[in-house]
């Protein structure tokens, strides 16, 4: 697999154009990203840092030393007529990946990890595509844009373990916070390189190269009808030929493209215009010191903290959820499927809403921490918490709340009592269930006892007055 990953600078990778995306066409751009005479690259730090945290999070060896190279070939998109890129000394070598298979952790190893620049965007006019279309419009708002590439090793055996890799990548680009992920809008692409052989043979067979594949769907798809095809031409007695071939996601199918170019036609050479880029120990010291933690790790801390796997995933899916989460807990110690229901549970509902956001919450994580520590404490009961939440988002402390809209907790045994009589004169069946020896019973008065009070009564008081007043009557 070769994954493209657009990386979230603000500007570009060899000059201070805005990377912003959706701006009308050609208004972020300059002389040096349109190629005009005399024009001179100049690297962004911010893309280089990028590139060696995912070279870290891969476990790859982070070069000291690593070459851009000029990669030329003719495209209207790329008014150099080159790509700067990284050929023979890439920024990142030599990494591996762990994926979860059902037959349990297979190890995927990676090649290297380059930085590269994307190209600009051409609009065929005229028809829905290229076929047809009467003209082509050039936005080089694109052009420039820093890009990572990471290659695999021909480790993958299966179209699922293609998925699951891509999956993976997505989800340690997004937790580095390094690139958006979005398959749909382009900042993630990838291209699979497949070929089948005879059972037992060591050697790969001849690979086609698919690309246009914008969703985890569609790569797991991809690979299964390209696998499927190689396998009917070579038992019909063909040969596959080396191809680039593009995947069509209505179809399902993969169909020709081009004669897959070899790495010799684009005669790279190294960028004359650029030095060579050094890293060195302090900075790479800096990066790995500040590297966030990333999904497998946070995974074994929510394991070890006993949530159910369920809520894991659920967390894992949003990172910006997992941040609130985690400083929902950080440094207290608080039931954390407790914090996870009101995160995943009402937050997220409001969250999707409009009425909340979990990048800038208005509810903060003190307070909330605050409100799950007080229904814990018996303070007072979930139903309460939760009426109070409107006003939670006012940014209103719990405490606030409390002191303001003079929400009583009623404790005390003399107040409660009369509840709680009532409720057993009011449902005898369950009262003889309780005599008769079913004690879970108390329960049911307990809620009894919540309702009458709208929930104001203290549930830790309720909850020994119940069994109290039960076993005298
Ligand atoms: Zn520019």
């Given at each position: 697999m070769e994954v493209h990953a657009q990386l979230k600078t603000k500007t570009k990778l060899f000059c201070g154009c805005s990377t912003q995306f959706g701006a009308a066409p050609n208004t972020n751009i300059c002389p040096v990203c349109?190629?005009?005479?005399?024009?001179?690259?100049?690297?962004?730090?911010?893309?280089?840092?990028?590139?060696?945290?995912?070279?870290?999070?891969?476990?790859?060896?982070?070069?000291?030393?690593?070459?851009?190279?000029?990669?030329?070939?003719?495209?209207p998109d790329l008014p150099k007529g080159y790509q700067i890129s990284q050929f023979d000394k890439p920024l990142c070598e030599n990494g591996r990946i762990d994926i979860a298979l059902?037959?349990?952790?297979?190890?995927?190893?990676?090649?290297?990890?380059?930085?590269?620049?994307?190209?600009?965007k051409l609009l065929h006019q005229g028809a829905a595509s290229i076929k047809g279309a009467t003209h082509s419009l050039v936005d080089l708002n694109r052009a420039c844009t820093p890009l990572i590439e990471i290659v695999s090793q021909p480790d993958i055996r299966s179209a699922e373990e293609a998925r699951l890799y891509v999956e993976k990548i997505r989800s340690i680009l997004v937790f580095l916070g390094i690139c958006d992920g979005n398959m749909e809008e382009g900042s993630l692409r990838c291209d699979a390189n497949i070929s089948i052989r005879p059972l037992g043979s060591s050697q790969f067979g001849t690979r086609t190269e698919v690309k246009n594949m914008n969703s985890f769907r569609a790569v797991e798809q991809a690979a299964i009808s390209e696998i499927a095809r190689q396998k009917e031409v070579l038992l019909s007695g063909g040969a596959i030929v080396l191809e680039t071939r593009n995947y069509d996601d209505e179809s399902g199918q993969t169909t020709s493209m081009r004669s897959k170019e070899e790495a010799h036609d684009y005669r790279y050479f190294p960028e004359p215009d650029l030095l060579p880029l050094g890293v060195d120990a302090p900075w790479l010291a800096q990066i790995k010191s500040s590297q966030p933690k990333l999904p497998d790790q946070i995974r074994h801390e929510l394991q070890v903290a006993q949530l159910p796997e369920s809520d894991i995933v659920q967390l894992l899916n949003d990172p910006q959820r997992l941040h609130y989460f985690e400083a929902v807990c950080a440094g207290r110690t608080l039931p954390v499927k407790k914090v996870a229901n009101w995160v995943l549970g009402d937050l997220s509902a409001l969250a999707n809403e409009g009425k909340f956001s979990f990048t800038q919450p208005s509810v903060s994580p003190a307070h909330m921490a605050d409100l799950v520590a007080l229904v814990e404490a018996g303070t007072f009961s979930g139903k309460l918490a939760k009426e109070i939440l409107p006003d939670l988002l006012q940014g209103k402390s719990p405490h606030e709340v409390i002191a303001l809209k003079g929400v009583k907790q009623?404790?005390?045994?003399?107040?409660?009592?009369?509840f709680?009589?009532?409720?057993?004169?009011?449902?005898?069946?369950?009262?003889?269930?309780?005599?008769?020896?079913?004690?879970?019973?108390?329960?049911?008065?307990?809620?009894?006892?919540?309702?009458?009070?709208?929930?104001?009564?203290?549930?830790?008081?309720?909850?020994?007055?119940?069994?109290?007043?039960?076993?005298?009557?």
């Open positions: 349109t190629g005009q005479p005399g024009a001179l690259p100049v690297l962004n730090q911010v893309a280089v840092e990028f590139a060696i945290r995912m070279g870290l999070a891969l476990n790859c060896t982070i070069n000291v030393q690593s070459i851009f190279a000029r990669k030329n070939y003719f495209y059902a037959s349990g952790t297979k190890r995927i190893g990676v090649t290297r990890i380059h930085l590269e620049e994307d190209a600009g009623i404790g005390n045994d003399a107040d409660l009592i009369p709680i009589e009532q409720a057993i004169q009011s449902n005898p069946g369950p009262l003889e269930q309780y005599k008769n020896g079913k004690t879970s019973v108390a329960g049911f008065f307990v809620g009894q006892v919540m309702k009458a009070t709208q929930g104001q009564a203290k549930p830790d008081v309720v909850n020994r007055l119940v069994r109290e007043v039960l076993d005298r009557s």
